[in-house]
């Protein structure tokens, strides 16, 4: 399996990684990158991410045998409509979006005989920072990447994109964009959010500083992700806001059963509840490291 032409829009973090891992395994012979700030496409350029720089969507697309979409989810649809007339039955596109289901939509919207081409994708994988100085090509490195295909997905491209992410060293998972986006609010869109809220409440308090002064790893594992690209995961979580609302209901119900036992100074409740969750996290951790 050897592409001709990666065209990249958006040479990022994970656009670039992208990039580099397909070069680093001998799969493109060229790369050739847009990114809407012409300085980072230089300089992505610079750093041997792409190889040529070019200055619109289109001409980066124009010749590619496969795309990666890898802009904020609020500018797939924009983009995509950018690059529709230049899809073709023969060109794998995918993207690298964190949620699926306002992905498709975009997909359908701006792609529309051509949807066929778009494979939706979510490699699991990322830092707190951003930009194409931090590209890795062992960013996606025995990582999972999910593809939610639709029923227009053409078979042979679903088939190439699960084989250029295996080559990869990616475990490949297929589900519907329903489940995903489902069960993405629980594993991730809520910890980010929650992340997010711990930051700000303690950060907020007149004392917050000497507090954080204090802080030690428990505090530092756990706000790690509050790091991230603000407009990012602002994007990320209108998207999905329903079913990010509905799993911030299911938590505020388990932090209010902890409130509850608290206030009551029932310490056998309470142990009760702290120990379901420390037996879920043992197993959860022996199920991802069964060696």
């Known amino acids: 399996m050897m592409f001709e032409q990666l065209g990249l829009i958006g040479c990022g973090l994970m656009g670039g990684s992208f990039a580099l891992a397909l070069k680093r395994a001998g799969l493109v012979k060229r790369v050739v990158g847009y990114n809407k700030s012409p300085d980072s496409t230089e300089r992505a350029r610079q750093l041997g991410v792409i190889d040529e720089a070019a200055p619109s969507a289109g001409i980066a697309v124009s010749g590619a045998d496969i795309v990666l979409i890898a802009v904020p989810v609020a500018a797939t649809e924009a ?44 490699p699991v994988a990322g830092r707190e920072v951003s930009g194409v100085e931090h590209a890795d090509a062992d960013l996606y490195q025995g990582k999972q990447v999910i593809l939610t295909p639709i029923e227009r997905t053409l078979p042979e491209l679903l088939k190439k994109a699960d084989e250029v992410w295996s080559a990869l060293g990616c475990r490949v998972v297929k589900m519907t964009p329903e489940s995903h986006d489902t069960a993405f609010a629980a594993i991730s869109h809520l910890p980010h959010l929650l992340s997010f809220a711990l930051m700000n409440a303690v950060s907020g308090q007149p004392h917050g500083k000497e507090y954080l002064s204090l802080a030690g790893p428990g505090f530092r594992d756990f706000s790690r992700i509050a790091a991230s690209d603000a407009r990012m995961w602002r994007d990320i979580m209108l998207s999905n806001r329903e079913e990010l609302l509905a799993q911030l209901t299911v938590f505020q119900r388990n932090l209010e059963a902890l409130k509850l036992v608290i206030a009551s100074g029932n ?23 069964p060696k």
């Open 79 to 122: 983009t995509l409509r950018s690059i529709q007339q230049l899809v073709t039955p023969q060109m794998l596109v995918m993207d690298v979006g964190s949620t699926k289901r306002d992905v498709i939509d975009a997909g359908r919207r701006a792609l529309r005989e051509q949807i066929g081409s778009f494979v939706p994708t979510h």
């Open 267 to 289: 310490g056998e409740a309470l142990e009760g509840l702290i120990d379901r969750a420390s037996l879920a996290r043992a197993n959860w951790r022996m199920a991802q490291n």
